[in-house]
């Protein structure tokens, strides 16, 4: 188990107090309280020069408690650890990396270029909005509704103008400025110990074969994963879990493997979307667990869904398991991992035979070994090729279903290109409840009503008219809707792939 997960598990079996106090025989469990109080800043507290984490809650780590509780307006002489200071421990702990994460931007002079509406930057904005919640705007910001959802819209301005006008600072909140950002800070870092923005040394454990080393670098918390005889990667720890971008381009990977891709059934004009659309998506190899999904993976971030609904992420795994019973053994199966009642769309994981489908079972997906097992599966060719095939089967959710009729018609009556087939898995991937409308009022525009009979032109016509209006549709419009459409169009211009209409071959 991680630090917070030791300290929260006490909290639920209501033993903190039993178990962290002064003289405790626990001594991993007081290893957990003095790596988290390291965390927080209260280095000097703890002579972690010293002593480091050596599980002795002694007079040092007796110091460090009560510094903690002092600047946290929490009764505690330091000698125990009650249940209202591990909680607070618990919700400081879980803010640090969202103070880190601003404290960087305004060391690095990137505050303005992170912070303002409709910024793509999903990490930059939860942090944002996780301070401003702490910091008591939780109604301006909708939070019951949204939480930290990453986008920065109305509630996040209104939150950001409020705070900015009781601070004195003049904002309309549509913008976070370096000033704004500071102020912020300042108002919560008297909650930690003065070392909470300084680089920390290695902190190691093992959990089973894995050997886990976590660390601040930069001003960014780091952990660092391993197995013998395997690969190590470098993640970056945010919030409850850990993300790496990964080092593996579908791109290049399509490039180099159109043999094994057309093994499994995909055409060369199937490839060739694959092309166009690949740049603007995840590398095969991407991981992140602090995701409101628990997990994504891969190219087109698959999940283990919210809540407690399926998945996308267990109908890849069911995929490759189907098509290689030893490359499912050999990434996922040895470590515990399967599915169960998962179908070609979505489903659920299970982990040592348990059914992971309630958000208290999914948190188990955080931790940092099953983010590293996923990120070593792909590192697999087959895994690889399989994430290929996958994404572009997404097309089978909305191209030819009756549920996305648009104005009565099939979306693949009405695009049939592979440009506009390119562009409209790219929205899908993005924003997919916003394809449909906006293609209909995409007809409204262009007053094109039924497809028989539609050449390249009028397809042209349709297309032109739906990637203007993707651009500013829906409440959160699709993240840089023309940058992408700019990345598909160069395919086009290319000729990798073709404009003209019934050039899509693919059965579906």
């Not at 489903?347 to 079972?361: R, S, V, W």
């Not at 995409?442 to 203007?468: H, N, R, V």
Request: glycine share 10%; with cysteine.
């Amino acid at each position: 188990m991680s630090y917070r997960e030791t300290i929260y598990k006490l909290i639920e079996d209501k033993t903190v107090a039993p178990v962290l106090r002064r003289r405790s025989n626990e001594k991993e469990a007081v290893r957990a309280l003095q790596s988290i109080l390291y965390e927080l800043g209260f280095e000097d507290e703890l002579k972690w020069q010293t002593y480091g984490a050596d599980g002795d809650y002694g007079g040092s780590t007796t110091k460090a408690v009560r510094a903690f509780s002092e600047r946290n307006g929490v009764t505690g002489d330091g000698e125990t650890v009650t249940e209202t200071i591990a909680e607070k421990l618990i919700a400081r702990y879980d803010i640090l990396d969202d103070l880190r994460h601003l404290h960087n931007a305004v060391t690095d002079n990137k505050v303005e270029q992170l912070f303002y509406r409709g910024s793509p930057h999903a990490t930059a904005v939860v942090s944002l909005q996780t301070l401003l919640n702490e910091l008591g705007y939780g109604e301006e910001l909708n939070w019951a509704k949204y939480g930290a959802d990453g986008k920065y819209g109305g509630g996040t301005t209104k939150a950001l103008k409020v705070f900015a006008g009781r601070a004195g600072i003049q904002s309309d909140g549509r913008r976070c400025d370096i000033e704004l950002a500071r102020e912020i800070i300042d108002r919560l870092k008297g909650y930690f110990g003065a070392k909470w923005a300084k680089d920390a040394v290695p902190i190691e454990r093992k959990s089973g074969d894995v050997i886990i080393r976590e660390s601040v670098e930069g001003g960014k918390a780091r952990v660092y994963v391993s197995l013998a005889g395997r690969d190590s990667v470098r993640f970056t720890k945010f919030k409850k879990g850990v993300y790496v971008i990964g080092n593996h381009q579908p791109l290049d990977f399509i490039n180099a493997s159109r043999a094994s891709l057309k093994d499994l059934g995909l055409t060369d004009s199937a490839i060739n979307i694959m092309v166009a659309v690949s740049e603007n998506e995840g590398n095969l190899d991407a991981v992140n667990t602090w995701d409101n999904a628990f997990i994504t993976f891969g190219m087109f971030q698959w999940t283990a869904g919210t809540g407690g609904d399926p998945g996308e992420l267990p109908a890849l795994v069911k995929k490759i398991k189907d098509a290689d019973e030893a490359v499912f053994w050999n990434c996922y199966g040895q470590y515990g991992l399967d599915i169960v009642n998962t179908g070609r769309v979505a489903g659920y994981f299970t982990i040592d035979g348990k059914k992971i489908a309630t958000p208290a079972d999914k948190e188990w997906l955080r931790t940092h070994e099953y983010a590293y097992y996923f990120w070593l599966s792909g590192q697999d060719p087959i895994v690889q090729s399989i994430e290929i095939e996958h994404a572009l089967s997404r097309l089978a959710n909305f191209y030819r279903s009756n549920a996305y009729r648009v104005k009565g018609h099939l979306i693949a009556d009405l695009i049939t290109s592979e440009y506009g087939v390119g562009l409209i898995l790219d929205n899908h991937v993005n924003r997919p409840g916003y394809v449909k409308p906006s293609l209909e009022k995409a007809m409204d525009q262009t007053g094109l009503s039924d497809p028989i009979g539609w050449g390249t032109e009028e397809e042209g016509k349709l297309i032109d008219a739906y990637l203007k209006i993707r651009e500013t549709h829906g409440r959160y419009p699709m993240t840089h809707a023309r940058k992408r459409a700019d990345v598909t169009r160069k395919y086009l211009d290319t000729g990798t792939i073709s404009g003209e209409r019934g050039s899509f071959v693919y059965d579906i």
